[in-house]
């Protein structure tokens, strides 16, 4: 009877192939079922070239296995990525059809993918030396350092209380320990932190959708649908801490690092348990730390951007995704995931709720909403004395603008500043102008790698190119025809700020733009020092969700236009999101707030339809566009995107992968077609796009093309990739 082969050991490797390696275990050790998902260090490519991989099975090699090369060293005692993680990983790989190496790497922290061993993840804290002591018992410089060694005289400090007090208290520690003044320590069976905030009594509408969340059990999606300021975080708040109670782990997920700090502090406030927080700000240790202590079990609550949806959660009670409509939770490369769809998609194999919360569902979610697969909750009032802001359109056709505001918006920024608040200037376009060009010949600056104009900045004195960074000097001249009448065209951020200093120039101003808050958690500092004293905020999107400002009571949006008309069938949607967003910060405390829209085109219907219904009306015209065009959320589509430095290139492969796929009913192809940016950084930019009513004829069609796209020649000329469900089509 012959002998069964010995099993070996199927590693997924980070590599764009999509197929898993086979090695044999060390010398001495066999394949058990124990080895899956325990990280190996391997022997990859030519001469001494080596991997970090996860072993995804065991089985059978259809090579001889002494032929294989045997795993060098396992990273893990035990399986680092198992059970309902690994099982959610494997599904993210199927349904993107990318390589499940690389969807394993992409969900552990930089140092774990490495090969690093597991962090100590122990509560710390600090505590004075026997010379900090007596420091403190003199007299010293005043100054943070200083500050903070009074603060440790009665008693230590956790560094997550020190964190929620001072984010920058790290730097005065360090100080301190160099001086020999302080010590780290392990807080070895400490108590946690007490809360230091009591939980408000709750509005009816936020009553009723805790009771909802309190009578189910297992896996269910709630839609929470609540006009900005109406006390949606209230609600993630108390849903927290019935999910502590229980003895389980939430995890919550925002989606730009700028609110992180925010959130941490408010959670970290009420809960009475450290609050982790996971995001790409943090230094590699420290999220490998949160990382690990959740997979521990030993940290409850996680707050982090998109990658946090990997974290695992092996003790989970809740999930909530807050501004669940917000376009970061789509990865634009790599592996291009969506977190809120990840989300749902673990929650459903951990048996646990999902809140999905939003002033502006997306419209995939109101969709599901529709179609009874999510609970719709809705929170119609402010909360507290807070009540909805007026909106006033400005009708700015053939009247003057001064660096593209006119006099009337700048009236109610004065009197906004007599009355001693503060008035927010909204511009989404960073910079100072949008073009340079020649009044008499009408030249212009654009990019040389890209198909776009470069963004003037500086006040006039630099161009860059917002697609691909590229820099450069304004010329003197013209360079078609040597005037020297170069104008600025257009407004950005940095000449609105400008006007308004010259305008109101002892007025406070902030502006609030990628360019002034490029440092850790800039937003937060910047609007700390501008406190609740009168002043003007100038700022991008960046300023649109999640921040309260008790004083700000106006809202000045300028460039609505910019949003009216576009190509892209999500450009309403997301114009409509966004102005409902930035006009929530308006009037969120007990004065009345007002918002004022600058347009050339007061009678747009999409206009008219968010000012008289709201963004409930706006989503059901979108809907039913949507649905008579064939759009997502009543269609799905796939992309096939491919760049390569030279435009043949890029089409023979589009030309290629079209004739190699095998045609269906179900299932519509377009292209190739260049990209609405056809040329960026330098390479040519063409795309084919699939579609079809029902996910599962799309997927069986990814499914037969991919593999014979992989071995296309031309292949090998391009840069290519699929994104699934794409938020863009460019």
């Not at 909530?320 to 490369?333: L, W």
């Not at 609970?375 to 802001?389: D, S, V, W, Y």
Request: hydrophobic share 40%.
């Amino acid at each position: 009877m012959p002998v069964a082969p010995e099993p070996v050991l199927r590693v997924a490797l980070p590599v764009p192939l999509p197929r898993l390696f086979d090695y044999r275990p060390p010398a001495g050790q066999s394949a058990g079922p124990d080895w899956i998902g325990c990280r190996v260090r391997v022997p990859f490519g030519r001469g001494e070239g080596e991997q970090i991989g996860v072993v995804a099975g065991i089985g059978p090699s259809e090579a001889d296995p002494e032929a294989l090369k045997p795993v060098q060293a396992r990273l893990d005692v035990e399986p680092l990525l198992g059970g309902e993680l690994l099982e959610s990983l494997r599904w993210t790989a199927g349904y993107y059809h990318a390589p499940l190496g690389e969807v394993l790497a992409t969900a552990m922290p930089a140092t774990l993918r490495g090969g690093q061993p597991l962090p100590e993840t122990a509560r710390h804290g600090w505590r004075l030396t026997e010379a900090g002591q007596q420091a403190a018992a003199g007299h010293g410089r005043d100054g943070k350092p200083r500050r903070l060694l009074l603060r440790l005289v009665a008693h230590v400090l956790g560094e997550d209380q020190l964190e929620q007090d001072d984010a920058d208290w790290r730097a005065s520690a360090r100080a301190l320990a160099q001086r020999g003044l302080a010590e780290r320590i392990v807080l070895a069976g400490a108590p946690e932190p007490a809360p230091s905030a009591a939980a408000p009594t709750l509005m009816p509408g936020q009553a009723d959708a805790l009771s909802v969340l309190r009578a189910g059990q297992g896996f269910r999606t709630l839609l929470l649908e609540g006009v900005t300021g109406s006390g949606k975080t209230e609600v993630y708040l108390q849903a927290i801490a019935d999910t502590l109670a229980a003895g389980r782990q939430a995890l919550v997920l925002v989606p730009e690092i700028g609110l992180t700090p925010q959130t941490l502090a408010r959670f970290r406030s009420r809960l009475g348990v450290p609050v982790l927080a996971y995001h790409s700000g943090l230094a590699d240790g420290e999220r490998a730390r949160a990382w690990t202590a959740m997979a521990r079990g030993e940290a409850r609550v996680l707050v982090g951007t998109r990658s946090a949806v990997f974290c695992p959660l092996p003790e989970a009670g809740l999930i909530v995704v807050d501004e669940e409509h917000d376009g970061s939770y789509k990865q634009q490369d790599g592996i291009r995931y969506h977190a809120r769809d990840l989300a749902l998609v673990r929650a459903s194999k951990l048996g646990v709720p999902v809140i999905l919360g939003s002033a502006t569902p997306s419209l995939e979610s109101l969709h599901n909403a529709l179609q009874g697969r999510y609970r719709h909750l809705r929170l119609g009032q402010r909360a507290g004395k807070a009540r909805p802001p007026s909106v006033r359109v400005l009708d700015v056709r053939k009247r003057p603008l001064r660096d593209g505001l006119s006099e009337e918006l700048l009236a109610a920024v004065g009197a906004c500043l007599d009355r001693g608040e503060q008035a927010l200037v909204f511009k989404n376009r960073r910079g100072y102008a949008p073009v340079l060009i020649c009044h008499d010949c009408g030249w212009s600056a654009h990019c040389k790698r890209c198909d776009a104009a470069m963004t003037v900045h500086t006040g006039g004195r630099r161009l860059i190119c917002h697609h691909c960074g590229a820099r450069a000097t304004p010329p003197n001249a013209c360079p078609d025809c040597a005037s020297l009448a170069l104008m600025p065209q257009g407004a950005g951020t940095e000449r609105i700020e400008q006007a308004l200093a010259e305008r109101f120039p002892d007025a406070r101003m902030v502006r609030v733009d990628r360019e002034t808050t490029r440092r850790r958690d800039a937003i937060e500092k910047i609007l700390a020092d501008f406190g609740e004293q009168s002043g003007i905020l100038v700022g991008t999107q960046m300023l649109a969700k999640g921040h309260d400002l008790p004083r700000l009571t106006l809202v000045a949006v300028v460039g609505v236009d910019e949003g009216l008309f576009s190509a892209d069938f999500r450009a309403g949607e997301k114009l409509a999101q966004l102005l409902i967003q930035v006009a929530g910060r308006a009037g969120r405390a007990e004065l009345p707030g007002e918002v004022l829209l600058q347009t050339h085109h007061p009678d747009h219907p999409m206009l008219n339809t968010l000012l008289a219904g709201g963004y409930p009306a706006v989503a059901a015209l979108q809907l039913a566009e949507r649905e008579a065009a064939a759009f997502p959320p009543y269609a799905h589509l796939a992309l096939l995107r491919a760049e390569a430095p030279t435009e043949a290139d890029m089409q023979a492969f589009l030309r290629e992968a079209r004739e190699l796929f095998a045609a269906r009913d179900d299932v519509f192809l377009n292209g190739p077609m260049p990209a609405p940016m056809a040329r960026r950084a330098g390479m040519a930019r063409g795309q084919l796009l699939l579609g079809a009513a029902q996910r599962a004829p799309l997927h069986a069609a990814l499914h037969d093309w991919l593999p014979r796209l992989q071995v296309l020649k031309s292949a090998r000329r391009v840069r290519w990739s699929l994104d699934v469900d794409p938020t863009d089509l460019y």
